[in-house]
């Protein structure tokens, strides 16, 4: 018997879970609270113990440990480029997979209160960028400035127009800045080059935020780099999305993981525009896409979900789901998950409020996530232009999270993610198969997809349960 130990650092829990390779079978999972505060490794230290003791593991058979981590909520990143639009597209493209989430754009020429901004956001990751190469070089130059005057202390990546990146890095360096510097993020007007950034940013994760959030004596544990986890959600999904050689995968999938510090939707599909005739406009869509929604998580976040949703759709929503239950007000329950990020619900009816909140939750993200289709009129007619990604032809989406796992109604969660014919110009899938992560496996296939493939892809999908949802169980009619 071979077994692999996966860990995960969550914002909230450590879980760790055991598989037998050769088995392809899970021999158990255990999970505590995650001590980011303290000593990182002790949270893994008391998961893994508790495993030993529930599953009588073999500890001498452990061959190998992979570890992922989002703790403390992952990478912060502050993006400043010529056009706030593009600067927006383009950082949160650069942090697909490098467990980052941008909090903040900016465009054009900054000034000094958009320097304060930025220095009390206390960012993990400066993203500086502007300019074609060739193109405009004054704006992103301005920019450097600023920043070298300014407080900014956490690491700068540079991404911008290749003609000043030498100066910016000069500039940069000599005001004492931390400063790294890679291809442009936007070389031409229509092209985008997201792999270089990327590979920094994860360079980063590694040198700077691990080290800085306690981690040194963990990777000590592992016999691989900690994977931020959104890196290992997403080998997760391309690897059951398009399977191995040896091992077919269930086609295009749209996965939506919702957390306490974010909820993220990943997609693995091609690109395709709404119908044979409609125009496509801004920026190329990639293939394998992820957001990360950082004001949706739905314990730190709860608050900004109850004031999006609002109270009347949260009460509707979990009443709809158990009209027998009590009720519970989600002004008191969202003020009490502010307060306590680890609360864990202790009645129906607070069961319930979690779930309204995550389906909110995931309604949001995936619109976001989601393109949009608008009607203009031309000389010839109405003209469909479509923004983003085309995910109505998905044929599976996946929930997972702790809420998919312990939550009530994970079906009514999931629903949210589906097209709604209230609100038709969201591209969101239409009539995909449905499954659950019920056994939180989702972030573990992706560690050990890392040097295993085909196993890891058959041990998910034997754990995966299929379920009936559509998007009525989430609007209600």
Same mark, same amino acid.
């Given at each position: 018997m071979r077994i692999y130990l996966l860990a995960d650092f969550g914002s909230t829990y450590t879980k760790v879970?055991?598989?037998?390779?050769?088995?392809?079978?899970?021999?158990?999972?255990?999970?505590?609270?995650?001590?980011v505060g303290t000593d990182i490794s002790l949270g893994f230290e008391q998961a893994r113990a508790q495993?030993?003791?529930?599953?009588?593991?073999?500890?001498?058979?452990?061959?190998?440990?992979?570890?992922?981590?989002?703790?403390?909520?992952?990478?912060?990143?502050?993006?400043?480029?010529?056009?706030?639009?593009?600067?927006?597209?383009?950082?949160?493209?650069?942090?697909?997979?490098?467990?980052?989430?941008?909090?903040?754009?900016?465009?054009?020429?900054?000034?000094?209160?958009?320097?304060?901004?930025?220095?009390?956001?206390?960012?993990?990751?400066?993203?500086?960028?502007?300019?074609?190469?060739?193109?405009?070089?004054?704006?992103?130059?301005?920019?450097?400035?600023?920043l070298a005057r300014s407080r900014v202390a956490c690491p700068i990546l540079v991404c911008g127009n290749r003609v000043v990146s030498e100066r910016i890095r000069e500039t940069l360096e000599q005001a004492g800045k931390k400063t790294y510097v890679t291809k442009n993020l936007l070389p031409t007007v229509t092209e985008m080059d997201i792999e270089p950034a990327q590979s920094t940013i994860r360079e980063i994760f590694i040198e700077h935020i691990i080290h800085a959030k306690g981690f040194d004596k963990a990777k000590g544990l592992f016999d691989r780099p900690i994977l931020p986890t959104p890196k290992a959600s997403l080998l997760a999904a391309e690897l059951l999305?398009?399977?191995?050689? $040896?091992?077919?995968? &269930?086609?295009? %999938?749209?996965? !939506? +993981?919702?957390?306490? /510090?974010?909820?993220?939707?990943?997609?693995?599909?091609?690109?395709?525009?709404?119908?044979?005739?409609?125009?496509?406009?801004?920026?190329?869509?990639?293939?394998?896409?992820?957001?990360?929604?950082?004001?949706?998580?739905?314990?730190? $976040?709860?608050?900004? &979900?109850?004031? %999006?949703?609002? !109270? +009347?759709?949260?009460? /509707?929503?979990?009443?709809?789901?158990?009209?027998?239950a009590e009720a519970c007000d989600p002004d008191a329950y969202t003020r009490r998950l502010a307060g306590d990020v680890s609360y864990v619900p202790q009645n129906r009816a607070e069961s319930l409020m979690d779930a309204?909140?995550?389906?909110?939750?995931?309604?949001?993200?995936? +619109?976001?996530?989601?393109?949009?289709?608008?009607?203009?009129?031309?000389?010839?007619?109405?003209?469909?232009?479509?923004?983003?990604?085309?995910?109505?032809p998905v044929q599976n989406v996946l929930g997972t999270g702790g809420i998919f796992k312990y939550g009530v109604r994970p079906e009514t969660v999931l629903a949210a993610a589906l097209f709604s014919e209230k609100a038709p110009w969201s591209l969101k899938p239409r009539a995909p198969r449905a499954y659950l992560d019920a056994d939180y496996l989702f972030y573990a296939a992706g560690l050990l997809s890392q040097e295993h493939p085909d196993?890891?892809?058959?041990?998910?999908?034997?754990?995966?349960?299929?379920?009936?949802?559509?998007?009525?169980?989430?609007?209600?009619n």
């Open positions: 879970t055991a598989v037998d390779l050769d088995g392809e079978a899970v021999l158990g999972r255990a999970q505590a609270p995650t001590t495993l030993v003791r529930e599953t009588g593991l073999d500890e001498a058979a452990v061959c190998g440990r992979f570890a992922s981590s989002s703790a403390a909520g992952g990478l912060k990143i502050a993006a400043i480029g010529l056009v706030p639009d593009l600067t927006q597209s383009a950082a949160r493209r650069a942090a697909l997979g490098a467990g980052a989430k941008v909090i903040g754009t900016y465009g054009y020429e900054i000034d000094e209160a958009i320097v304060r901004e930025i220095e009390e956001k206390d960012c993990d990751i400066v993203l500086l960028c502007g300019g074609t190469d060739g193109g405009n070089k004054n704006v992103i130059l301005h920019n450097a400035g600023m999305a398009d399977g191995t050689q $040896n091992e077919p995968g &269930i086609g295009s %999938l749209l996965v !939506a +993981e919702v957390g306490g /510090a974010t909820t993220n939707i990943h997609s693995v599909t091609g690109i395709v525009p709404f119908t044979w005739d409609t125009v496509v406009r801004g920026l190329p869509e990639t293939r394998v896409s992820r957001t990360v929604e950082g004001d949706l998580g739905i314990r730190y $976040n709860a608050r900004t &979900i109850f004031e %999006l949703a609002g !109270a +009347e759709r949260l009460s /509707a929503l979990s009443r709809a789901m158990d009209p027998a309204a909140l995550a389906a909110c939750a995931v309604d949001i993200a995936t +619109e976001r996530h989601a393109g949009t289709l608008k009607t203009e009129f031309s000389a010839v007619g109405e003209v469909h232009i479509q923004y983003g990604k085309n995910l109505c196993a890891a892809l058959r041990i998910l999908k034997k754990h995966l349960i299929a379920m009936e949802t559509e998007r009525k169980m989430y609007d209600g």
